[in-house]
T-cell receptor, first 112, second 112 residues
């Protein structure tokens, strides 16, 4: 069990640029989640995959956000045309069933 | 509307004292979980309590669940400076889909 990993850990970008984050879940976990967390707040759900299928998306996930999980393994979250309001910690979690979610260390995004 | 809310928002105690945090939620749940987050890090799972359970223990942690009041409490006994962190409750609210809904957290400071 190597845990959930995320890459990069930090990203600084200029407004209008595209960014992509990667999440590698725990290998036997078929469920993968993306959350966004701003300072002083709890994580907010963005989207959820079961294997390669994206089964749920939050209304927070605007058209500029897209997530994929090809082959049901790692996942990517892309933000197009970044805005300053996108600055946040992006957290990935995985689970085997709808129970304990194991979180990665997060990717901290700063949009200048 | 937010499913879970922790109370208090911030708590400061001396090392060795007990810390109690509360969580209230609004709809029926399958289970409730508590997570800890050190500053700038990912979330660490502490304990899961199912809707048919009333109390669970794990080391210095004690969690209670009162489904009639839609509330839970997390007690940390004999606190240590290393317990300084933010604590979140998360519910898998029935009807909210597969994701967890987090509250804004309680920021605990344990002073040496």
């Amino acid at each position: 069990d190597t845990g959930v990993s995320q890459d990069p850990r930090h990203k600084i970008t200029k407004r209008g640029q595209n960014v992509t984050f990667r999440c590698d879940p725990i290998s036997e976990h078929n469920r993968l989640y993306w959350y966004r967390q701003t300072l002083g707040q709890g994580p907010e759900f963005l989207t959820y995959f079961q294997n390669e299928a994206q089964l749920e998306k939050s209304r927070l996930l605007s058209d500029r956000f897209s997530a994929e999980r090809p082959k049901g393994s790692f996942s990517t979250l892309e933000i197009q045309r970044t805005e300053q309001g996108d600055s946040a910690m992006y957290l990935c979690a995985s689970s085997r069933r709808q129970e304990t979610q194991y979180f990665g260390p997060g990717t901290r995004l700063l949009v200048l | 509307s937010q499913q879970g809310e922790e109370d208090p928002q911030a708590l400061s105690i001396q090392e060795g004292e007990n810390a109690t945090m509360n969580c209230s939620y609004k709809t029926s749940i399958n289970n409730l979980q508590w997570y800890r987050q050190n500053s700038g890090r990912g979330l660490v799972h502490l304990i899961l309590i199912r809707s048919n359970e009333r109390e669970k223990h794990s080391g210095r942690l004690r969690v209670t669940l009162d489904t009639s009041k839609k509330s839970s409490s997390l007690l940390i006994t004999a606190s240590r400076a290393a317990d300084t962190a933010s604590y979140f409750c998360a519910t898998d609210a029935l009807g909210y889909g597969q994701n967890f809904v987090f509250g804004p957290g309680t920021r605990l400071s344990v002073l040496p």
